[in-house]
């Protein structure tokens, strides 16, 4: 009886073995090599660069790569403070990511407030990415499937109007692995997020940033904060204290700070 069991279990197991290889091991494997393949494809028709001072906040000390440092028995630093980094962007690799940039949402307050942002702060913004040669994805609803919180400001789609390197991009059609499907397939790695609201759908929808972050930590995720605005409460509206807190937790973990300063000063280099 005892030795039939072993058999049984012996047999079993060998069935289970090709499953197990192609289902857990291959997989993994190759989808490592493909993105290593991938990076290299695209690293080969890299032609210019661009550099620009980010910002993150980290209880323990970085170093000016961001990497963290350690003390001489290989613990972490405390130091927590702002750091600054310089990092280098290739045009071909970068996506300005544009959440919800309605003009047609239910609140009039809403479409005021946000419109104000928009036309002085998102637009310039804009303006250099196009300059630039560098991708721009709208997130937005179709409205064919939604009354309201659909319509891409009018100034903004304007000026995209004559600009081959954009996308809209339904939230209705793309779940978070179809969005990174997307984006890998394009060579998109620097992940530049603004738009509305930064408190609720920049960083919560599926695909915003924390999503995106948990699925795919190669990417690299940045937020410009003056170029979006949150969801205030009654009290805060003039401070923008909620977007000021969420711009900080973005900091800490998900995503690097883009000064928006920064990024409209930034040269376009040549690799030499």
Do not use: A
């Amino acid at each position: 009886m005892k030795r039939k069991i072993i058999i049984i279990v012996s047999i079993g197991f060998l069935i289970y073995l090709p499953n197990l290889y192609y289902n857990n091991f291959y997989p993994r494997v190759f989808n490592k090599l493909h993105y290593y393949f991938n990076e290299l494809k695209f690293n080969q028709n890299d032609t210019h660069y661009f550099s620009i001072n980010v910002s993150g906040r980290s209880f323990f000390e970085i170093d000016s790569l961001g990497q963290f440092k350690y003390d001489d028995q290989g613990k972490l630093i405390d130091n927590e403070n702002i750091y600054k980094i310089r990092k280098t962007f290739q045009p071909s690799r970068t996506s300005l990511i544009i959440m919800d940039p309605w003009e047609d949402m239910s609140s009039e307050f809403l479409n005021s407030y946000y419109k104000k942002i928009i036309d002085e702060n998102l637009i310039p913004v804009v303006s250099k990415t196009i300059e630039n040669g560098i991708n721009i994805i709208i997130l937005t609803n179709d409205c064919f499937k939604v009354d309201f919180s659909c319509k891409i400001d009018q100034e903004l789609k304007s000026l995209l109007n004559n600009y081959d390197n954009y996308e809209i991009l339904y939230h209705q059609d793309f779940t978070p692995q179809d969005f990174g499907d997307y984006l890998f397939s394009k060579g998109l790695n620097n992940l530049i997020y603004t738009g509305f609201g930064s408190n609720q759908c920049v960083i919560g929808r599926p695909l915003g940033m924390i999503t995106m972050k948990n699925l795919y930590p190669r990417n690299n995720y940045y937020f410009i904060p003056e170029s979006s605005g949150g969801v205030e409460f009654q009290e805060t509206w003039k401070s923008q204290q909620i977007h000021s807190t969420t711009t900080t937790i973005i900091s800490q973990w998900i995503g690097s700070i883009i000064n928006s300063e920064s990024f409209l000063n930034f040269e376009l280099l040549k690799y030499n």
